[in-house]
């Protein structure tokens, strides 16, 4: 009886937990999401100016920038797991323009200043280094907060977005903001 049948229980008690949880993690796997390219991103003709007037008319706060390239996997990371998320979508869309710009792009694009550009050559000059950088700007094109690195989960994309509506990001750090 002994060592043997508290092997059998715990052995019996895990299957039962496994049994349980396993819905859990399914559902949470099924959550719905959508591309993140068709319903996160607008689809631009890359014409800087026209999008913040275009922000502008709507009402928005800003324009929104990911930087990323194909072959990043924290890129693909992020648009698979929390830019296809319904309510990061609706969040951002309601408030900024998301754009993508590829940082090894060659796609012919007007910079906020009118000049005439690749995406590859903004990215530079807007100083990113690393991918992913998240950009916000004000609706005259200048940068108020950047993040470099990939955010994980949807209320952390959502918080970073509420740090910047809210003007805190002139105050504190976002570490300490999302601590909150």
Known sequence: RGPAMNVLRRIAL???LAMCIGPLTAHAQTAPRRDAM???FVATLGDYPAELAEARKAGKQGLFAMYSWDECPY???MKKDVLSLPEVQKYYRDRF???MVD???SVPI???NGRQTTEKAFATDQGVRVTPTLV???LSGRPLYRHAGEIRDAATMIRLGEF???GAYKNQKFADYKGQ
């Open 97 to 99: 323009v998301p754009l």
């Open 38 to 40: 068709q319903h996160f």
């Open 103 to 105: 940082t090894r792009g």
């Open 110 to 112: 007007t910079d906020f």
């Open 136 to 138: 916000f700007y004000d």
């Open 75 to 77: 890129c693909e990371r």
């Open 14 to 16: 895990c299957s039962m």
């Open 164 to 166: 910047v509506s809210s």
